[in-house]
């Protein structure tokens, strides 16, 4: 179902029909680490490639990111990185705890953390973000684990439950978060506030 929690193996996992066209449309021929980088980067968003789409609430893993060409900054990133990964890149996830970004929905104020994507080619760590041009980042971004990176998609995926009103999957999703990385102080923040939302003060 929609508020179903998924695996932490399927977050990464690449369908067979995305991975069959990466390897015909970027990796078929002898072709160099930057110009992997580079074809893969067109692959996300050219229409003979993959036509990405970027849509602020689609906080998907790869599979529904590919089904549905649409992708936030945090699903472009496990894009990136599952496709990093099967080009035979150093790829990982990164992110920027400070920026400049805060909305407001209803009577609930969002401030927003963000991530991107690192790859690592010939010792140089380069970055594909899909907002470059829209975030004002107050600090370079910091490379995290896969852990991390699977703690912000589920948060991501608690704070979009709880806007669609579903509270008890949100509770779950914002649970997988910090299972995944306890120390992830904006799930905590964001399980107080689900909590508090259910009625349930005391915990």
């Known amino acids: 179902g929609v508020g179903a929690v998924p695996d932490p193996a399927r977050i990464l996992a690449l369908p067979e029909a995305l991975r069959a066209d990466f390897q015909t449309r970027v990796l078929d021929g002898e072709r160099s680490e930057a110009q992997r980088l ?19 609430d689609a906080t998907y893993i ?14 472009f990133t496990l894009l990136t990185v599952a496709l990093a990964r099967e080009a035979g890149l150093d790829a990982h996830g990164q992110e920027i705890a ?40 107050t600090e370079p971004p910091r490379a995290i684990d896969d852990a991390r990176l699977f703690a912000h ?20 999703h914002a649970e997988a978060s910090l299972v995944q990385d306890a120390g992830f102080a904006t799930s ?3 399980r107080g506030v689900l909590q508090r939302k259910r009625g349930d003060e005391a915990r």
């Open 153 to 172: 998609y589920y948060n991501n995926r608690a704070v979009d439950l709880m806007q669609a009103g579903d509270i008890d999957a949100a509770l779950a």
């Open 38 to 56: 580079a074809r893969l980067v067109d692959y996300l968003f050219a229409p003979e490639g993959l036509g990405m789409q970027y849509q602020a």
């Open 98 to 137: 400070e920026t400049l970004a805060w909305r407001r929905i209803d009577q609930t104020i969002y401030r927003s953390n963000h991530v991107n994507a690192g790859v690592t080619v010939r010792r140089k760590r380069l970055t594909v973000d899909v907002a470059w041009d829209e975030i004002i980042a």
């Open 62 to 75: 790869v599979a529904d990111a590919y089904a549905t060409r649409r992708a936030n900054c945090l699903s």
């Open 188 to 190: 905590w923040s964001n």
